[in-house]
């Protein structure tokens, strides 16, 4: 039996681009499409969808009251990103999925999450902090630096670079320059990086 899923997004491109690449699975379908919230629950009882994967921004949200989301039990969400948002926030849902993810991987993360092995909520304790050195590279990245000119101010190898820049989006779930620079801002590490400047200490 299919996965039944519902799609909760105000842009036609990427709501037929979802309903393609679920469309082209043997274990997903697509039961309804929303493009406001308030439809949510009218939806949710009449199609009873498995899993809702829907735009975290037509939730009502501030850092100070994220917003969640009160759904039946086993009923999962996904939240598709394609903008900045908090990490604690995005642990709301049950898994997370990019909009610059691949077919495959948006494919395998729904399969996953709809056979109960992926979920953001039960992984959450496992992001783990970032190293100094992550710090001072992630900075370096959102201020636009290019591996081997990171490499060359840290006086680290370019292969050193890249490794600690892919923990960095495993622990940040973050892909984007633009998304690391927010994250580096709200996170106060550009001025901690600036400090670590002065008495920047070199090496792998």
Avoid at 6 to 35: F, K, M, T
Avoid at 158 to 183: D, F, M, P, Q
């Amino acid at each position: 039996m299919k996965q039944k899923v519902l799609i909760a997004e105000p842009s036609q491109i990427i709501i037929e681009g979802l309903q393609s690449i679920v469309h082209d699975s043997n274990c997903l379908e697509v039961v309804s499409v929303i493009d406001d919230i308030s439809m949510l629950e009218e939806r949710v009882l009449a199609h009873r969808p498995d899993i809702i994967i829907i735009n975290p921004g037509l939730l009502p949200y501030s850092s100070q009251m994220p917003a969640t989301i009160e759904l039946p039990e086993g009923v999962f969400s996904v939240a598709l990103v394609y903008q900045y948002f908090e990490q604690a926030y995005l642990r709301n849902f049950d898994a997370v999925i990019d909009i610059r993810d691949s077919k495959q991987s948006i494919l395998a993360t729904l399969a996953n999450i709809g056979n109960g092995t992926e979920s953001k909520k039960n992984t959450a304790s496992e992001v783990s902090e970032l190293t100094k050195r992550e710090r001072d590279i992630l900075v370096l990245v959102a201020k636009g630096l290019m591996s081997k000119e990171i490499a060359e101010q840290l006086n680290i190898s370019i292969h050193t670079v890249i490794s600690h820049r892919k923990n960095i989006t495993r622990k940040t779930g973050i892909k984007s320059v633009a998304g690391l620079a927010v994250y580096a801002m709200l996170n106060n590490l550009v001025g901690e990086q600036q400090t670590s400047e002065d008495g920047i200490s070199h090496g792998e």
